[in-house]
């Protein structure tokens, strides 16, 4: 089992940059495909990005590519959101999610992942 904590959420201007890490908790997270979600103000929950247990095959929502990288340190038990050109559309919830299970590799359904963080803020003004 892994336990999952996201930080560096917070307001940021249209234009700005942020990243948010996910910190793992457990000797195992090199193993798991990781991914990050995000849940709009009364909407559901949506995919954002994903990344395989070796970081080397990334998956993006169409709307966040070329602004937002995926990446992940094993060493560190740490994956990364870096997201540029914020947009207000981007306010969310973020979440980071881990595949145990590897059913599919890079999946885009918040069911096709196994254990789930808090969640962390994002709001960006206009």
């Known amino acids: 089992q892994v336990q999952l904590v996201e930080s560096g959420g917070g307001l940021v201007q249209a234009g700005g940059s942020l990243r948010l890490s996910c910190a793992a908790s457990?000797?195992?997270?090199?193993?798991?495909?990781m991914g990050w979600f995000r849940q709009p103000p009364g909407k559901e929950r949506e995919f954002v990005a994903a990344?395989?247990?070796?970081?080397?095959?990334?998956h993006y929502t169409d709307s966040v590519k070329g602004r937002f990288t995926v990446s992940r340190d094993n060493a560190k038990n740490t994956v990364y959101l870096h997201m540029n050109s914020l947009k207000p559309g981007d306010t969310a919830v973020y979440y980071c999610?881990?595949?145990?299970?590897?059913?599919?590799?890079?999946?885009?359904?918040?069911?096709?992942?196994?254990?789930w963080g808090q969640g962390t803020q994002v709001t960006v003004s206009s």
């Open positions: 999610a881990a595949d145990q299970q590897h059913i599919v590799e890079l999946g885009t359904l918040w069911t096709q992942y196994d254990y």
């Open positions: 457990g000797r195992t997270f090199s193993s798991y495909n």
């Open positions: 990344i395989t247990w070796s970081g080397i095959k990334t």
